[in-house]
Protein backbone atom coordinates (compact mmCIF):
# COMPACT_ATOMS: atom_id res chain seq x y z
CA UNK A 1 0.00 0.00 0.00
CA UNK A 2 1.51 3.48 -1.09
CA UNK A 3 1.96 6.15 1.83
CA UNK A 4 0.99 9.27 1.34
CA UNK A 5 2.69 11.44 -1.28
CA UNK A 6 3.49 15.01 -1.41
CA UNK A 7 5.09 16.79 -4.47
CA UNK A 8 6.82 18.71 -4.81
CA UNK A 9 9.70 18.15 -2.28
CA UNK A 10 11.90 21.32 -2.48
CA UNK A 11 10.57 24.38 -3.61
CA UNK A 12 12.20 27.75 -3.47
CA UNK A 13 10.16 30.74 -4.17
CA UNK A 14 10.23 34.50 -4.06
CA UNK A 15 8.53 36.91 -1.92
CA UNK A 16 5.13 37.88 -3.20
CA UNK A 17 4.65 34.54 -5.39
CA UNK A 18 2.48 32.11 -4.76
CA UNK A 19 2.79 28.69 -4.46
CA UNK A 20 0.42 25.36 -4.78
CA UNK A 21 1.74 21.96 -2.43
CA UNK A 22 0.16 18.92 -3.33
CA UNK A 23 -0.80 15.64 -1.30
CA UNK A 24 -1.97 12.19 -2.42
CA UNK A 25 -3.66 10.31 0.96
CA UNK A 26 -3.21 6.85 1.48
CA UNK A 27 -5.27 4.90 -1.00
CA UNK A 28 -9.23 4.40 1.28
CA UNK A 29 -8.22 7.47 3.76
CA UNK A 30 -10.76 10.25 3.86
CA UNK A 31 -9.08 12.51 6.22
CA UNK A 32 -6.42 14.63 5.27
CA UNK A 33 -4.64 17.56 7.47
CA UNK A 34 -2.07 19.98 6.87
CA UNK A 35 0.59 21.17 9.16
CA UNK A 36 3.50 24.04 9.29
CA UNK A 37 6.35 22.66 11.04
CA UNK A 38 9.19 25.67 11.89
CA UNK A 39 12.06 24.59 14.08
CA UNK A 40 10.87 26.96 16.94
CA UNK A 41 7.35 26.23 16.43
CA UNK A 42 7.12 22.56 16.09
CA UNK A 43 3.99 21.30 14.19
CA UNK A 44 0.91 23.82 13.93
CA UNK A 45 -2.29 22.86 12.30
CA UNK A 46 -3.26 24.24 9.01
CA UNK A 47 -6.86 22.50 8.16
CA UNK A 48 -7.99 19.70 8.02
CA UNK A 49 -10.31 18.07 5.52
CA UNK A 50 -13.03 15.35 4.95
CA UNK A 51 -14.92 14.12 2.25
CA UNK A 52 -14.08 17.58 0.53
CA UNK A 53 -15.24 19.51 3.23
CA UNK A 54 -13.03 21.34 5.69
CA UNK A 55 -13.90 20.81 9.16
CA UNK A 56 -11.71 22.82 10.94
CA UNK A 57 -8.58 25.56 10.52
CA UNK A 58 -6.11 26.65 12.61
CA UNK A 59 -4.66 30.15 13.18
CA UNK A 60 -3.20 30.87 9.76
CA UNK A 61 -3.83 34.17 7.50
CA UNK A 62 -6.08 33.97 5.00
CA UNK A 63 -2.95 33.82 2.05
CA UNK A 64 -3.28 29.87 3.41
CA UNK A 65 -6.11 27.80 1.52
CA UNK A 66 -6.31 24.34 1.08
CA UNK A 67 -9.20 22.35 -0.92
CA UNK A 68 -9.96 18.39 -1.03
CA UNK A 69 -10.70 16.43 -4.30
CA UNK A 70 -13.12 14.26 -4.31
CA UNK A 71 -10.34 11.21 -4.99
CA UNK A 72 -9.64 12.47 -1.63
CA UNK A 73 -6.87 14.13 -3.10
CA UNK A 74 -5.70 17.64 -1.52
CA UNK A 75 -3.72 20.99 -2.38
CA UNK A 76 -2.91 23.69 -0.11
CA UNK A 77 -2.08 27.01 -1.67
CA UNK A 78 -0.36 30.27 -0.07
CA UNK A 79 -0.75 33.04 -1.84
CA UNK A 80 1.95 36.66 -1.68
CA UNK A 81 4.39 34.68 -0.19
CA UNK A 82 6.18 36.06 2.99
CA UNK A 83 9.78 34.99 4.17
CA UNK A 84 7.97 33.82 7.40
CA UNK A 85 6.20 31.49 4.97
CA UNK A 86 9.27 29.05 4.56
CA UNK A 87 8.58 25.85 6.84
CA UNK A 88 8.51 21.97 6.53
CA UNK A 89 4.71 21.54 5.38
CA UNK A 90 3.80 18.70 6.28
CA UNK A 91 0.60 16.34 5.06
CA UNK A 92 -1.28 13.54 6.80
CA UNK A 93 -3.88 11.06 5.95
CA UNK A 94 -5.91 9.05 8.49
CA UNK A 95 -8.57 6.48 8.00
CA UNK A 96 -10.53 7.34 11.05
CA UNK A 97 -13.68 9.56 11.07
CA UNK A 98 -11.90 11.82 13.68
CA UNK A 99 -8.67 12.53 12.00
CA UNK A 100 -6.50 10.52 14.60
CA UNK A 101 -3.68 7.71 13.58
CA UNK A 102 -2.14 9.82 11.31
CA UNK A 103 0.08 9.14 8.47
CA UNK A 104 2.58 11.38 7.50
CA UNK A 105 3.96 12.33 3.91
CA UNK A 106 7.64 13.45 3.72
CA UNK A 107 6.52 17.03 3.63
CA UNK A 108 7.36 19.75 1.30
CA UNK A 109 10.49 22.11 2.25
CA UNK A 110 9.47 25.76 1.20
CA UNK A 111 11.88 28.50 0.96
CA UNK A 112 11.07 32.27 0.54
CA UNK A 113 13.71 34.41 -0.17
CA UNK B 1 -7.20 26.34 25.18
CA UNK B 2 -6.21 22.46 25.33
CA UNK B 3 -2.63 21.82 25.90
CA UNK B 4 -0.31 18.78 25.98
CA UNK B 5 3.24 19.46 27.66
CA UNK B 6 5.98 17.22 26.53
CA UNK B 7 9.45 16.84 28.29
CA UNK B 8 12.31 17.02 28.47
CA UNK B 9 12.63 19.41 25.30
CA UNK B 10 15.82 18.22 24.68
CA UNK B 11 18.01 15.01 25.95
CA UNK B 12 21.13 14.00 25.26
CA UNK B 13 22.35 10.43 27.01
CA UNK B 14 25.02 7.69 25.95
CA UNK B 15 23.84 4.08 24.30
CA UNK B 16 22.80 1.39 26.80
CA UNK B 17 21.08 4.27 29.33
CA UNK B 18 17.33 4.31 29.82
CA UNK B 19 14.86 6.75 29.68
CA UNK B 20 11.36 8.46 30.15
CA UNK B 21 9.35 11.24 28.04
CA UNK B 22 6.58 12.46 29.31
CA UNK B 23 3.63 13.95 28.14
CA UNK B 24 1.14 16.30 30.37
CA UNK B 25 -1.94 17.75 30.24
CA UNK B 26 -5.18 19.32 32.28
CA UNK B 27 -7.77 17.73 29.94
CA UNK B 28 -8.72 14.41 29.23
CA UNK B 29 -8.01 12.82 25.88
CA UNK B 30 -9.83 9.65 24.19
CA UNK B 31 -6.70 8.45 22.55
CA UNK B 32 -3.23 9.31 22.82
CA UNK B 33 -0.26 8.98 19.98
CA UNK B 34 3.22 8.64 19.63
CA UNK B 35 5.42 9.85 16.87
CA UNK B 36 9.09 9.59 16.16
CA UNK B 37 10.22 12.14 13.50
CA UNK B 38 13.61 11.87 11.46
CA UNK B 39 14.65 15.34 10.20
CA UNK B 40 13.72 16.33 6.87
CA UNK B 41 10.67 13.42 7.02
CA UNK B 42 7.22 13.31 8.28
CA UNK B 43 6.52 12.33 11.75
CA UNK B 44 5.88 8.02 12.02
CA UNK B 45 3.22 6.98 13.88
CA UNK B 46 4.39 4.50 16.97
CA UNK B 47 1.66 3.85 18.74
CA UNK B 48 -2.09 4.88 19.72
CA UNK B 49 -3.11 4.55 23.72
CA UNK B 50 -6.93 4.16 24.41
CA UNK B 51 -7.86 3.28 27.32
CA UNK B 52 -6.81 4.88 30.70
CA UNK B 53 -3.79 2.84 32.47
CA UNK B 54 -3.05 1.22 29.07
CA UNK B 55 0.62 0.12 28.52
CA UNK B 56 1.35 -1.10 25.12
CA UNK B 57 5.03 -2.08 24.36
CA UNK B 58 7.12 -1.82 20.69
CA UNK B 59 10.63 -3.60 21.06
CA UNK B 60 12.13 -1.77 23.73
CA UNK B 61 9.79 1.31 23.97
CA UNK B 62 7.72 1.03 26.56
CA UNK B 63 4.43 3.58 26.46
CA UNK B 64 1.63 3.83 29.31
CA UNK B 65 -1.57 5.92 29.07
CA UNK B 66 -1.99 8.15 32.67
CA UNK B 67 -5.17 6.26 34.37
CA UNK B 68 -7.44 9.49 33.95
CA UNK B 69 -6.16 9.74 30.19
CA UNK B 70 -4.26 13.25 30.79
CA UNK B 71 -0.95 11.98 30.43
CA UNK B 72 1.48 9.95 28.92
CA UNK B 73 4.61 8.31 29.14
CA UNK B 74 7.64 6.93 26.96
CA UNK B 75 10.50 4.63 28.27
CA UNK B 76 13.22 3.57 26.39
CA UNK B 77 15.20 1.04 27.58
CA UNK B 78 19.21 0.74 26.27
CA UNK B 79 18.32 3.28 24.66
CA UNK B 80 20.53 2.53 20.82
CA UNK B 81 21.88 5.58 18.26
CA UNK B 82 18.87 4.03 15.57
CA UNK B 83 16.27 6.33 18.83
CA UNK B 84 17.92 9.43 17.65
CA UNK B 85 14.66 11.45 16.69
CA UNK B 86 12.31 13.96 17.60
CA UNK B 87 9.30 12.09 19.40
CA UNK B 88 5.99 13.59 19.51
CA UNK B 89 2.41 13.29 21.35
CA UNK B 90 -0.72 13.94 20.11
CA UNK B 91 -3.82 13.74 21.61
CA UNK B 92 -7.38 13.46 20.76
CA UNK B 93 -9.33 15.96 22.48
CA UNK B 94 -12.63 14.06 21.24
CA UNK B 95 -14.37 17.41 20.46
CA UNK B 96 -16.01 18.27 17.44
CA UNK B 97 -12.53 20.26 16.13
CA UNK B 98 -11.23 17.22 13.90
CA UNK B 99 -8.06 18.70 15.29
CA UNK B 100 -5.48 16.50 17.14
CA UNK B 101 -3.98 18.73 19.96
CA UNK B 102 0.24 18.36 19.42
CA UNK B 103 2.93 18.64 22.05
CA UNK B 104 6.18 20.71 21.54
CA UNK B 105 8.12 17.32 21.31
CA UNK B 106 11.56 16.30 22.65
CA UNK B 107 14.65 15.87 20.87
CA UNK B 108 16.61 12.96 21.91
CA UNK B 109 20.00 11.79 20.96
CA UNK B 110 21.57 8.81 21.81
CA UNK B 111 25.43 9.02 21.40
CA UNK B 112 27.54 5.74 20.39
Not at chain 1, 62 to 71: E, K, L, P
Amino acid sequence: KAGVTQTPRYLIKTRGQQVTLSCSPISGHRSVSWYQQTPGQGLQFLFEYFSETQRNKGNFPGRFSGRQFSNSRSEMNVSTLELGDSALYLCASSSTARGTEAFFGQGTRLTVV
Amino acid sequence: TQLLEQSPQFLSIQEGENLTVYCNSSSVFSSLQWYRQEPGEGPVLLVTVVTGGEVKKLKRLTFQFGDARKDSSLHITAAQPGDTGLYLCAGDPWDSNYQLIWGAGTKLIIKP
